[in-house]
């Protein structure tokens, strides 16, 4: 197996001296599409930011390969969507650190943005404002933004929330085809545990300040998220498609 | 007539245009930046800070120019840390930091040579007051803040600090940097023009800029030409009709922002 993208030796992570992940031990390798799970408040954040380079680890060791460029895709929710800015002005913005301080993006960033807005199928709205644009295409433009960094790693942080049913299946269509046909490595982040579970060759669940990998049908067992959640769980197959659902919930379905 | 083109075309008034003109361009731009990341009442805070300092420099006998440009600059540090708000709101903390140092300016020009006097002048301040001396120093301080501002960096990290963080900016000093600019901003023309007019460049030119525009750019001209407009023409018309200048820059430029306001709605209104 060829050398990782990122690695994680025996990391600690946390703020200040409340330390919210032990012992994370972790490999993305070149091609993978990682899905990384857990309930709200388990640390799916500080790893993420761990990740991204912004937050430091309070111990142990994270190796990045040379030439590692990540595009990273936040939560729509983060962004202001006040500021009069069009989808060609926010994806250029991936192309900044190619310009260099002091100077203006060059006509070929321009030409670079544009192509990567049609890559996710927005080009007829490159010059609309952000916050005239659906849930769905402001998330397309975040997409179109990471991808004009040239990454070979792609973050996206719940890339679903707040969509509807044929836009989020759209958005995760638009992922694994990146995945796919681009061969860009993906780590998603997300809460949604069957999302995950479809798209993710390999997976990551937060428990009790522990990162536990595998792959889905390891991790995808009711005993393991029933220690996750805390709540008895039922898992059920449906073709590639796994359903969660809280036991009483499930009860009561199967009783009708 | 000729009375009032001989007050127009007086060294006094000229002055007074010259550090309008140069103010109207940097605070009006920098305006763009303090509304969009939601930071207006820093700027009413930071004035506060800086008129603090303005007292403390009359009643000890510092120079008020250095006096303002540091107190604004340590303000400017204090705001420009992250802070969880989980426990108290920044609001909040704009909100005491302002009340606190009005209280300190008070007290501090109550034992001042003028007394209340200096207060008012703090606050309501008179462009036309400006001594010839000093007119050179915004000049300085206008190209500094013109070239340092020109950046999209500043958009970025305003925009989406953590896609900024995960492009490799250091967003912590460019956060730094914006808070100085507007510190040393603030400090420097605070005991020339008073804290509302600069507070008014601040807000009100880019709140109409904003409402009309779809681009930064454009919205940052537009602001440029709101408080220009309301400069040269409010200096006109207060010497004209001798009226105090100052409000009546501030109500050239408040009723601009409603027009455009306006007129933002009623394109947006046959847009439909």
């Known amino acids: 197996m060829s050398d990782p993208l990122v690695r994680f030796q025996e990391v600690q992570l946390g703020y200040g001296r409340q330390v919210v992940l032990e012992n994370v031990q972790l490999d993305i390798f070149r091609g993978d599409f990682f899905g990384l799970v857990g309930p709200n408040g388990s640390g799916k954040t500080t790893l993420l930011r761990c990740l991204l380079g912004i937050l430091k680890p309070l111990s142990g060791e994270i190796t990045r390969s040379a030439g590692l460029r990540i595009g990273y895709v936040p939560q729509r929710e983060m962004l202001d969507p006040r500021f009069p800015l069009t989808a060609l002005d926010i994806v250029l913005m991936g192309r900044y650190p190619c310009a260099g301080v002091f100077r203006s993006p060059r006509r070929a960033d321009r030409d670079f943005a544009m192509q990567c807005l049609q890559q996710v199928g927005l080009a007829d709205v490159a010059h609309k404002l952000y916050r005239e644009l659906s849930g769905g295409q402001r998330q397309r433009v975040l997409i179109a933004r990471a991808l004009a960094v040239e990454p070979n790693l792609l973050v996206l942080d719940e890339p679903t929330n707040g969509l509807d049913l044929p836009t989020e299946a759209a958005i995760l269509g638009l992922i694994e085809q990146l995945h796919a046909q681009s061969g860009l490595t993906i780590v998603l982040v997300s809460h949604v545990l069957n999302v995950v579970a479809r798209y993710a060759t390999r997976m990551g669940v937060l428990l009790d300040g522990r990162l536990l990998v595998g792959d889905a049908e390891e991790l995808m067992q009711e005993q393991v998220l029933e220690e996750v959640y805390g709540v008895p769980v039922c898992v059920q197959r449906l073709d590639h498609h796994y359903i969660v659902a809280v036991r009483e919930i499930e009860e009561a379905c199967s009783d009708e | ?272």
Not at chain 2, 77 to 85: K, R
Not at chain 2, 192 to 203: E, S
């Open chain 2, 1 to 272: 007539m000729s009375d009032w083109l001989e007050t127009w075309q007086s060294p006094m008034v000229q002055d007074a245009l010259r550090v309008g003109i140069v103010l109207a361009i940097v605070a009006s731009y920098l305006g763009i930046y303090v509304v969009l990341k939601r930071i207006v009442f820093v700027g009413a805070a930071l004035a506060q800070v800086s008129a603090a300092g303005v007292a403390l420099a009359f009643l000890v006998g510092w120079n008020p120019l250095l006096s303002a440009t540091l107190f604004a600059l340590a303000g400017s540090l204090f705001f420009a840390q992250s802070w969880s708000e989980r426990r108290m709101s920044r609001e909040a903390v704009i909100g005491a930091v302002f009340l606190t140092f009005s209280a300190l300016t008070v007290l501090l020009a109550s034992k001042g040579a003028h007394g209340m006097e200096e207060v008012q002048h703090l606050l309501a301040g008179d462009i036309l007051a400006v001594a010839p001396e000093e007119v050179w120093r915004i000049w300085i301080l206008g190209v500094l803040v013109a070239f340092l501002l020109l950046r999209k960096e500043f958009l970025l990290v305003a925009f989406d600090a953590e896609t900024a963080q995960a492009l490799g900016y250091r967003t912590r000093w460019w956060e730094f940097a914006f808070y100085l600019m507007l510190g040393g901003l603030i400090g420097a023309v605070i005991h020339l023009v008073g804290l509302v007019l600069i507070f008014g460049y601040l807000v009100l030119p880019a709140m109409g800029a904003l409402l009309l525009c779809r681009h930064v750019a454009s919205a940052a001209a537009v602001a440029i030409v709101n408080a220009l407009l309301a400069t040269v023409a409010g200096l006109l018309i207060s010497v004209v009709f001798d009226l105090p200048t100052t409000a009546t820059i501030l109500a050239l430029m408040s009723a601009i922002a409603a027009l455009e306001g306006l007129a933002s709605a009623a394109m947006s209104h046959s847009s439909r």
